[in-house]
């Protein structure tokens, strides 16, 4: 096997972060939101790389603990004064605990992390398509429990007055912590070990390699980065259940699968690729100009593009647009073997 | 909690018909991933673009047997072009890309449909004639329910009927139970996938007919959550096999009309979670019934 997540695994996708956020301060105010929204997916994306790029396991789940996260995170810090009349109905607890920026996103990370071990405690028995399911059941469930349950956050309703944090600042450093967790896990003992399972789930049984137990793991480290990454999305915008379900799902997983589900360079690739591609889109279905041309697309050209796109990348190369492998510098590849 | 249950004739009629439809998508899901097995998680857009072309021939006044006509086109010619651009390329990948892939093509066709029709949606009344209630001895039921009965049983067995009696049929069944070995004794791929495929693209017209009525505003989001409740019954059912593939899709669209139907609304808010929790609880139980072929397969 190649030697994978060196250094360099590290330092490729935290300088395109890096990169992308310093280009956010050089445009307007207005358009720097599509960069800071760009490096919240970057975040999501790699919480979702986390799990199926190691352990090549599908979860259609991983959104739920982006909702329960963003929950989490926006109850907490709503200002006290304000929840009797957003959200009445709020359990006594999360009526009058009030945390800042910081606790709200380390709560989320909790909380994320915590409800994805206890799903994945039953639920990571299961593989391929029946984990395709089952994952996909959890968020039916999320969202189905988030939205009727006023007791814990604002039901069908939009969260209102979270203090907006998250600028292009937050987002960057968020996205370079939640890559630092990504590529340490990647070199850890348990992250080889799974992507060992992942090669060859019978020769890693054989040499002793609990499969279960090392999926356990990575489900709950891409929990907990999901749970966080979803705290940053709520001090980023308001958002409610309908905008943390099959949409956000469905876009992730293309950007992931777009840049390549199997390593953490794929994974920054694809979400930076993808945001790109559609705030660009975004842009231009508000009229912008491109080389002197007018463009002005209807809207909806967005999703449209990025399906059509997400759908062609798969069936012609599978692999994603990185092939599934890591950053690395090609001078500092060793010469040919003599 | 589930003590205030009252069901009526209506009810259970409702339910059975729900039934009877989930139970063709099922097969619909069902005959491709026989000879593919690839999830295709876009049928549900294949009823959807059926529904807006019934929508669109009510719109132009076409009389009702042309707007069927005309969904039966749409749906084929879409099932043709999707198995030709999309399941081909894809042939032999894992389970897991193919099913991406068709969430990919889901959502391009439902933001197609998004662009072209608005999110409202249209109308599609032309057979709207059959949401009268009949009184038999008493009790309204719709007669939708049914006539959905009725088709759904009768479009079951000449499936069935299909898939037994004829050579092509015959060639399915050695597709679904060994591609390779099928193919080495003179099976021709291509023909019975495109079969299959057609096949289950009818099905998905004449689900696109009978929800339209029951359901006659149709939105880009049209059949969406009919089949990933669909897709949860058929693999709660068994995906290998037609037939438990069918009842699981009978199965969870009964229950599903039902406790809809008889819950008071304060808990039939959480049936989705309920449904889904028996769908995981299943899938925990008995994993060895459900994708037996597929978890051989990822085993070895």
């Given amino acids: 096997m190649r030697r994978v997540l060196g250094l360099q695994g590290l330092l490729g996708p935290v300088t395109l972060v890096v990169v992308a956020a310093l280009a956010g301060t050089l445009v307007s105010a207005s358009n720097q939101s599509y960069f800071t929204d760009t490096l919240v997916n970057v975040s999501i994306v790699t919480a979702l790389y986390v799990f199926i790029g190691n352990s090549g396991v599908l979860s259609f789940g991983h959104i739920s603990f982006v909702a329960i996260g963003a929950w989490t995170a926006g109850v907490l810090s709503v200002p006290a004064s304000e929840k009797p009349a957003t959200m009445p109905d709020l359990i006594h607890f999360l009526r009058t605990t009030t945390t800042g920026n910081l606790t709200s996103l380390a709560l989320a990370a909790v909380a994320g992390g915590v409800c994805a071990l206890v799903v994945a405690l039953p639920l990571m028995r299961l593989s391929g398509l029946a984990a395709g399911i089952a994952t996909f059941g959890v968020l039916e469930i999320t969202h189905n429990v988030l939205q009727y349950e006023n007791r814990i956050g604002p039901g069908l309703n939009t969260f209102s007055s979270v203090p907006e944090t998250t600028g292009l600042r937050q987002a960057a450093i968020g996205a370079v912590l939640v890559i630092a967790v990504a590529w340490a896990y990647g070199r850890s003992r348990f992250g080889r070990l799974l992507r060992a399972s992942r090669e060859d789930s019978a020769a890693a049984r054989a040499v002793g390699i609990s499969v279960y137990r090392q999926r356990l793991i990575a489900f709950g480290v891409s929990g907990a980065l999901a749970g966080f990454a979803g705290g940053l999305e709520v001090h980023m915008l308001p958002v409610n259940t309908e905008s943390l379900y099959l949409d956000l799902t469905f876009i992730t997983l293309a950007m992931l699968v777009v840049g390549g589900a199997s390593s953490l360079w794929g994974a920054v690739v694809g979400a930076l690729a993808v945001s790109a591609l559609d705030s660009y889109l975004a842009v231009a279905e508000n009229g912008t100009s491109l080389f002197g041309w007018q463009i002005n697309l209807p809207s909806g050209t967005r999703e449209l593009v990025v399906g059509a796109l997400m759908a062609f990348v798969l069936i012609v190369r599978p692999g994603g647009l990185t092939g599934g492998r890591e950053f690395r510098l090609p001078r500092l590849r060793r010469g040919p073997a003599a | ?300």
């Fill in chain 2, 1 to 300: 909690m589930l003590a205030s249950i009252t069901v009526t004739w209506q009810n259970l009629a409702d339910a059975m018909s729900l039934g009877a439809i989930y139970a063709l998508m099922a097969v619909g899901i069902g005959l491709v991933f026989g000879v593919l097995r690839l999830v295709n998680f876009a049928y549900g857009q294949l009823v959807m673009a059926g529904a807006f072309a019934l929508a669109l021939a009510a719109q132009w006044n076409w009389p009702v047997w042309a707007g069927i006509v005309l969904c039966f086109a749409v749906v084929l010619v879409l099932s043709f072009a999707m198995d030709l651009l999309v399941f081909r390329p894809l042939r032999g990948h894992s389970p897991a890309v193919m099913l991406v892939a068709t969430f990919a093509v889901a959502f391009l066709l439902q933001n197609i449909a998004l662009l072209w029709f608005g999110a409202l949606g249209k109308i599609a009344s032309s057979v709207a004639t059959l949401n009268q209630p009949w009184a038999i001895s008493g009790v309204d039921i719709r007669k939708i329910s049914i006539v959905s009965i009725v088709v759904a049983g009768l479009c079951l067995v000449a499936l069935r009927l299909l898939i037994e009696r004829t050579t092509v049929g015959l060639h399915m069944q050695a597709a679904s139970m060994d591609f390779e070995t099928a193919r080495m004794l003179g099976v021709r791929a291509n023909r019975v996938i495109t079969f299959a495929v057609l096949l289950s693209g009818l099905l998905a017209g004449v689900v696109a007919v009978l929800l339209t009525v029951q359901n006659p505003l149709v939105t880009p989001d049209f059949a969406l959550r009919d089949t990933i409740v669909v897709l949860a019954g058929v693999v709660l059912g068994g995906m290998n096999r037609i037939v438990p593939a069918t009842i699981g899709g009978f199965a969870i669209g009964f229950a599903s009309g039902l406790l809809g139907g008889a819950l008071p609304t304060n808990q039939s808010q959480y049936l989705d979670s309920f449904l889904f929790a028996a769908v995981i609880l299943v899938l925990l139980v008995r994993p060895g019934g459900l994708f037996t072929r597929a978890r051989a397969a990822e085993r070895v």
